[in-house]
């Protein structure tokens, strides 16, 4: 299913899983439980020369369809991650003196993700009062990010070609997202839970401003926060 949706235009593929998720939602909604939480969180980028650390906050929706499975929505942001590149700059012309320029690029990336997809309690279950519970989850994500380089020393890029581009870009990514939590209850309905979170980038669309374009952002975060049982 992956490898024929990953064919499709990204527009395409986000209304498919847009879709997908509604029809979950409409499919079991006789099954009225819903909770909200909310958390903050670190993230790594694992990326070789794109390696940072940044903080984030998420926003979840959460549809108990039974004790133990049900469906998610959430959004995602994250502050500022920074890394620097050693790069080369090389002449467009023969005749341009010095022929390559070694420089520094230090860049800033951000983003804000978007995701759906299935929540299942491996052990226990979504409105238990007294004991721990585990699960699991998987979906589909959108990653809309930004990037910020800076060139040291500054490159004239109308005679030299430079790896990434200086200045602000704007990315996108579809993102397979992958999860483990747990949780314990603190009554009246609210749980505090830990998790540990995986975003795949799943698509390429290279971007000029972006030095490492294949298979990235990979990131990895872990977050603590509360859930509220409605």
């Known amino acids: ?11 395409k ?21 819903f909770s909200l939480a909310t958390d903050v969180g670190a993230q790594r980028s694992f990326k070789k020369e794109q390696q940072y650390w940044a903080v984030g906050h998420t926003v979840h929706a959460l549809f108990h369809f039974s ?41 800033s990336m951000r983003f804000k993700h978007f995701s759906v997809g299935w929540k299942r309690y491996l052990k226990g279950q979504f409105d238990s009062e007294e004991k721990e519970n585990f699960y699991a989850y998987g979906g589909f994500g959108l990653m809309l990010g930004r990037v910020i380089n800076s060139h040291s020393p500054s490159i004239d890029t ?7 581009k200086p200045g602000k870009g704007n990315f996108k990514r579809l993102t397979l997202d992958l999860g483990l939590g747990w949780e314990t209850p603190l009554g ?34 872990v977050n603590a926060g509360f859930r509220v049982l409605f």
Not at 88 to 104: C, E, G
Not at 190 to 207: C, K, N, Q, V
């Open 188 to 221: 009246a309905d609210i749980f505090f839970y830990l998790e540990g979170r995986a975003w795949l980038p799943t698509t390429d669309y290279p971007s000029t401003f972006i030095f490492v374009n294949n298979n990235a952002p990979l990131t990895g975060m």
């Open 13 to 33: 593929r986000l209304t498919i899983f847009l879709c997908f998720f509604f029809c979950l939602v409409t499919a079991f909604s006789q099954f009225p439980r």
């Open 67 to 107: 004790p133990r499975d049900g469906a998610y929505v959430w959004i995602a942001y994250y502050s500022d991650g920074k890394f620097h590149n050693t790069l080369i700059a090389s002449a467009k012309s023969t005749m341009t003196v010095p022929q390559l320029i070694f420089y520094r690029n230090d860049a």
């Open 1 to 11: 299913m992956l490898i024929i949706v990953t064919n499709f235009p990204l527009k």
């Open 158 to 164: 109308s005679m030299y070609n430079v790896p990434v």
